[in-house]
Every structure is written in C-alpha cells, then in structure tokens.
C-alpha cells in the first residue's frame, strides 16, 4: 500500500495530467515506433523543430526532426541541447508544487481564494471567493479560460501573456462572477493555473520559477528547465505560428500555466 503522502502527489499530479489530456487528441504509439519516427510525426510535416525521448527497458533514445528551409535539425543532448517551450506541461509541474504543498501541510485543497488572499484582494461575489484550490488544479473552478480584460491594457498578439501581472490578476479574480457556485464540469482555465501558481508564490514569498526550481528541477537534475532564457536564449526551438515565423512567448502572472521551456531529455527524466 502506498504511504498516504506519495498517493497524494501521485493523485494531484494525475488530476492535473487528466485535465490537461481531456482537451487534447488520442494518440496510439506502438511500443517498436523507432524514436526517429516519433520525432517526425510530431513535426507532422510542419516548419520548424520537434525531438522525441523513449526510454525502454533502462535505455533513453533521444531524437530530432526539422521542418522548413533553413532550419537546423534539434540537437537532442549535451549542454547545447535544443530547448523547447513546453507550454501547458508547464500546468503539471504547478500541479505537483501544489502536491508538495498539502503534504507539507502548508496549505489544505480545500482553502479557499477568500482565505487566502484576504487582506490582499476583496472579493465583490462569494462564489468567487468561495474557489477552492482543489477546484483550480483540476480546472472545475467554473474560472474561464482567460480573464475577462486580457486583450485589454498591455496585450500584444505576438507576446500575449508578458503584460498581465499579479496586482492585475488579484484585482480581475476579486470583480469576476463566475456563473455558478464551483465545482463546474471541466473548462480548461489558464486563468485558473495561472491563479494558481501565484497563490503558490504568494505563499512561500519566492517567485513561482524558484519554487519549481528549487522543489523539482534541481532535486531530479534537470538543469534545462527554466522559465526565463538569459544566456540561453540561442538554444531556443524558432518558433513558428502555422507555417510563419513568430515570437517567444514570455509570461509573467501566467507563468504557472505555461510559462516552462525544457529539453526532451530533461521531460524523459520528469517523466
């Protein structure tokens, strides 16, 4: 039997996987696929990189593919290693620092935005406030996918997310009505997770990449997981929108719903 607190991390992990898989399409992948051929279906013909990990009977394969005229296929390990931006896997890691949260008993799944952001944010509806962190990682707060006012003051189609802040977050969460008491059905809410990963950095006083540094990424050696690029920003995969060349996307109080860029080996270690 596992010990309670592993049952727990295992479950808030799952529940955060389980609700970002139900949004995406079934895939079936024979256990002899050749990892090269992994990372050719995932580029699925399109511009740009894409790198596949397998690891099979103790041994990691590592491949890539490219895409496009000029672009260099991925290098799949070393320090040089191509990063990606791993977008909502990102919701994940916020899941599990949550996780290790409860276990610590630093915070319960039943507290709610109210109790926790009192003093801080005052809320005009008690359906709001009544929130539960349960329900935000397991996107049934009724919150909808992006806060009412995002394409609003600072929003740029080529960088949506860099502009939206905490004390911008806190005062939209504390005007919002959602349109019944939660628990809802689930709506895939990157205004929940990203509501979520600041109630985490609010509550531990360090910023939400810290915590998962500190918490995940250093302790399993993942040292190609990071939110924000530095040096490393010639790694980086070109990103493309369709067959385009666009933008990095960089965030700041959504950083818990996306904000990662990792390698394939470091995702085959996470996983």
């Known amino acids: 039997m596992p010990m309670p607190g592993r049952f727990l991390c295992a479950a808030m992990l799952l529940a955060a996987c389980a609700a970002c898989a139900a949004f995406a399409q079934p895939a079936t992948i024979a256990l002899s696929t050749p990892v090269e051929q992994l990372a050719r279906d995932a580029l699925g013909g399109q511009p740009g990189m894409a790198a596949a990990g397998v690891w099979r009977e103790g041994k990691t394969s590592l491949a890539g593919a490219a895409g496009g005229p000029g672009v260099a296929e991925p290098v799949t390990s070393g320090p040089q ?22 276990e610590a008993g630093d915070l319960s799944l039943d507290d709610t935005l109210g109790k926790l952001l009192q003093g801080k944010a005052t809320f005009a509806h008690a359906d709001t406030a009544a929130i539960t962190l349960r329900q935000l990682v397991t996107h049934t707060s009724c919150l909808p996918r992006l806060p009412p006012d995002f394409r609003r003051q600072g929003y740029t189609a080529a960088d949506p997310y860099r502009n939206y802040g905490r004390a911008r977050m806190w005062e939209t969460l504390a005007a919002i009505r959602i349109a019944r008491p939660a628990p809802c059905d689930a709506l895939y809410s990157n205004f929940g997770f990203g509501v979520l990963g600041e109630l985490l950095s609010e509550r531990y006083g ?23 690029l530095g040096g490393e920003a010639p790694r980086l995969a070109p990103p493309f929108d369709g067959s385009a060349p666009a933008s990095p996307w960089d965030m700041d109080a959504f950083a818990g719903a996306g904000a990662l860029r990792s390698t394939a080996a470091d995702l085959l270690t996470f996983g």
Not at 212 to 228: F, K, N, S
């Open 206 to 228: 360090r910023p939400w990449a810290a915590l998962v540094r500190e918490r995940i990424t250093a302790p399993l050696g993942m040292r190609d997981t990071l939110q924000v």
């Open 81 to 102: 290693a191509t990063l990606f931006e791993i977008g909502s896997i990102s919701k994940v890691f916020t899941g599990l620092l949550l996780a290790q949260a409860v």
